[in-house]
């Protein structure tokens, strides 16, 4: 069945430090990796990764790929308070049950950054 | 200028209710999706339409029924309602076919059942 599992489930730190989220999958078909914030309404899009080892890069959060190991990092250096949100990893694969490609979303990292 | 707007934003309503949700998206998406985000923040499937033609389902209780008048509006009817119903709802939208094409999403509706 296909998964996506990101971790740490949640995580506090002070501003100023930097974090690693971590996004690993068991999708069929792979076709792309996509990061969203969520604070209190919609997920907003962050990065889209579709080939390994290119990293993305907007301001203090960066995101690499890698499809060997079939996993995906977001980094934010020099956090903010602003950064509070859940951070979503989804996962763009063929669902063979419906002949379509779907996305799947990991159950997210909540991220809380203190003053 | 909202891109996926779905209304209303906010739902109380009592057990054994029929509720509907609307979306509607401006983007020229062929393909669009209803979510379920439960208390946990975690993001589940329900169901997917594109050119207005169910090509998701997943398991789901037969209580929730989707509409797509056209590719740009997509519905959720929910006869019964239950307590486990209570969740946000999000609506979202994106090209189906075409590759590097993100997923977009509407402010989401918060259904509480009470």
């Known amino acids: 069945e296909d998964k996506v599992v990101q971790s740490p489930l949640s995580l506090v730190v002070h501003e100023g430090d930097t974090v690693t989220l971590n996004c690993s999958y068991e999708?069929?078909?792979?076709?792309?990796l996509l990061w969203y914030k969520q604070e209190k309404k919609a997920p907003t899009f962050l990065f889209m990764l579709?080939?390994?080892?290119i990293e993305k890069k907007s301001g203090r959060l960066s995101s690499i790929l890698d499809k060997k190991e079939l996993f995906s990092i977001l980094n934010i250096t020099a956090t903010q308070t602003g950064d509070s949100a859940i951070y979503l990893c989804?996962?763009?694969?063929?669902?063979?049950?419906?002949?379509?490609?779907?996305?799947?979303f990991g159950t997210g990292t909540r991220l809380k950054v203190l003053a | 200028d909202t891109a996926v707007s779905q209304t209303p934003k906010y739902l109380v309503t009592q057990m054994g209710n029929d509720k509907s949700i609307k979306c509607e998206q401006n983007l020229g998406h062929d393909t669009m999706y209803w979510y379920k985000q439960d208390s946990k923040k975690f993001l589940k499937i329900m169901f997917s339409?594109?050119?207005?033609?169910?090509?998701i389902n997943e398991t789901v209780p037969n209580r929730f029924s989707p509409k797509s008048p056209d590719k740009a509006h997509l519905n959720l009817h929910i006869n019964s309602l239950e307590l486990g119903d209570s969740a946000v709802y999000f609506c979202?939208?994106?090209?189906?076919?075409?590759?590097?094409?993100?997923?977009?999403f509407g402010s989401g509706t918060q259904l509480s059942v009470l």
């Open positions: 979202a939208s994106s090209l189906l076919n075409r590759r590097n094409e993100k997923l977009f």
């Open positions: 989804a996962v763009e694969g063929y669902a063979l049950t419906s002949g379509t490609y779907k996305y799947i």
């Open positions: 579709t080939s390994s080892g």
């Open positions: 999708v069929t078909n792979f076709r792309s």
């Open positions: 339409y594109n050119n207005k033609e169910l090509i």
